[in-house]
């Protein structure tokens, strides 16, 4: 018996470090779980930076309130909610996202207040020859380090609301990474149903598709249909790396231990 509702939907957080990386790593499986369990899920997605720090000719202002616009934007077409996060002592973090107390509480406040159930976030490397960004990985060791607390009530100072007495840590699973290029997966999701949409959902990036990476790559703004075109090679590429030589549009992922143990049912549920 299916245990999520209209009444009491699963709730299924995406944690990434910038605007566009939920998009790029996780959009067609969220895209896919709007379509197969409507109501019945709650989808919200949480970047620890702004992203502010990446512009050529915008402040961090300005930058931080179009990406958020643009997040906003992506995830309006699956009906999930975005937001920054939150640090313990309030605060954003604009870029350099680093391993701290005032991060793991804050993360800490965020998965829990949105009781989820399931969280998607990076992966850590596991090769030390491996390349990486430092709000990727940063990221992903923080959301390792509290995976635990996350169970425990009193661990952090509770901001906004009296602490949560019952709730578990969630299933944690990761997604693929293509500045660390690991090869190893647990699960394959064939994406053709929700490519379309999730395509779109990049395109809102405006600021990052059309200015700040062309402008880094010393190249003209793509069209959009150009962008379409690349983000489907992308994907090619993508699974080559994980060794399936053909054009079908796939997200990568594993199943961590870092919160609650997988259940029998959670696979067919998630996955399909």
Not at 60 to 75: I, N, V, Y
Not at 104 to 125: E, H, K, M, Q, S
Not at 159 to 172: N, Q
Request: aromatic residues 10%; hydrophobic residues 40%.
């Amino acid at each position: 018996m299916n245990r999520f509702t209209p009444e009491c939907p699963a709730r299924v957080l995406a944690i990434m470090p910038h605007p566009d990386d939920f998009e790029f790593n996780a959009g067609g499986l969220f895209a896919q779980l709007r379509h197969r369990h409507g109501a019945a899920v709650q989808l919200k997605v949480i970047t620890t930076s702004t992203g502010a720090s990446g512009h050529h000719r915008l402040g961090p202002d300005e930058t931080f309130h179009r990406r958020l616009g643009e997040s906003r934007a992506s995830a309006a077409l699956i009906g999930a909610e975005a937001e920054c996060l939150r640090q313990l002592d309030g605060s954003h973090v604009h870029g350099q996202v680093l391993l701290s107390q005032n991060l793991l509480g804050g993360l800490w406040n965020a998965i829990r207040a949105f009781r989820t159930d399931y969280l998607f976030c990076p992966p850590v490397a596991r090769d030390p020859l491996a390349g990486i960004h430092v709000d990727h990985e940063e990221t992903a060791c923080a959301i390792r380090r509290v995976g635990y607390q996350l169970g425990v009530p009193f661990a952090y100072p509770t901001l906004g609301a009296e602490p949560l007495i019952e709730y578990r840590s969630p299933l944690i699973i990761l997604t693929d990474d293509v500045y660390n290029a690991e090869k190893a997966y647990d699960i394959a999701v064939d994406i053709s149903a929700t490519f379309e949409t999730k395509t779109a959902m990049a395109l809102c990036h405006e600021s990052q598709v059309f200015e700040w990476l062309p402008f880094t790559r010393r190249a003209q703004p793509p069209t959009r249909e150009a962008f379409s075109d690349a983000f489907r090679a992308r994907h090619s590429r993508i699974n080559e790396r994980f060794g399936k030589l053909d054009d079908v549009p796939r997200e990568y992922y594993r199943i961590s231990r870092w919160g609650c143990a997988e259940q029998p049912a959670d696979r067919e549920w998630l996955f399909g």
